[in-house]
T-cell receptor, first 116, second 109 residues
Framework: ETGVTQTPRHLVMGMTNKKSLKCEQH?????MYWYKQSAKKPLELMFV???????ENNSVPSRFSPECPNSSHLFLHLHTLQPEDSALYLCASSPHGPLQLQYEQFFGPGTRLTVL | RKEVEQDPGPFNVPEGATVAFNCTYS??????FFWYRQDCRKEPKLLMSVYSSGNEDGRFTAQLNRASQYISLLIRDSKLSDSATYLCVVNTGRRALTFGSGTRLQVQP
């Protein structure tokens, strides 16, 4: 496998459920990111991990909980979500740490989440 | 004011047309700039970086105007396959990139 993969691709959950999104990058990158993309809104950065250390938490509600067990894997644990959390959740990685000025982010295909 | 602002469009142009998008950014300390492309229901992908001197990649030309704080993307000889949303992306010196909402382009036969 190459690139950035995400599972599941689609997820429907109730407000009382607990679920996890998984992201895996096969590029040997050092930084990984979670973004939320809602309809007609810009991508919203949620979390940044650099070398497995969380370096940014962009005022995300505690019902979203990230985990980065190693530099290739990133999880987003979800619990007691709200309907307004329905969105496309994108994972990305970049070769160097996020403080590099010129760097490309490689995105996974996303998980389309619907909260009922 | 939004950090990165784009006209959402859509821009509807015929095949072969030249089309240009602008994007403005609010943080004068912004240090690097990019255009990403996002196809419908797909992930964003880097189209090109934008350099101070301007740069060209085939039919695509990107320009940066630091004094006026805007970047532009020019597409010549539009193809049907150019139909997508074009995202203006800025590195403001924070720990990640800041994305605009995107400009939708629809190239028509």
């Amino acid at each position: 496998e190459t690139g950035v993969t995400q599972t599941p691709r689609h997820l429907v959950m109730g407000m009382t459920n607990k679920k996890s999104l998984k992201c895996e990058q096969h590029l040997g990158h050092n930084a990984m990111y979670w973004y939320k993309q809602s309809a007609k809104k810009p991508l919203e950065l949620m979390f940044v991990y650099s070398l497995e250390e969380r370096v940014e938490n962009n005022s995300v509600p505690s019902r979203f909980s990230p985990e980065c067990p190693n530099s290739s894997h990133l999880f987003l644990h979800l619990h007691t979500l709200q309907p307004e959390d329905s969105a496309l959740y994108l994972c990305a990685s970049s070769p160097h740490g996020p403080l590099q000025l010129q760097y490309e982010q490689f995105f996974g295909p996303g998980t389309r989440l619907t909260v009922l | 004011r939004k950090e990165v602002e784009q006209d959402p469009g859509p821009f509807n142009v015929p095949e072969g047309a030249t089309v240009a998008f602008n994007c403005t950014y609010s943080n004068s300390a912004s240090q690097s700039f990019f255009w990403y492309r996002q196809d419908c229901r797909k992930e964003p992908k880097l189209l090109m970086s934008v350099y101070s001197s301007g740069n060209e990649d085939g039919r695509f030309t990107a320009q940066l105007n630091r004094a006026s704080q805007y970047i532009s993307l020019l597409i010549r000889d539009s193809k049907l396959s150019d139909s997508a949303t074009y995202l203006c992306v800025v590195n403001t010196g924070r720990r990640a990139l800041t994305f605009g909402s995107g400009t939708r382009l629809q190239v028509q036969p």
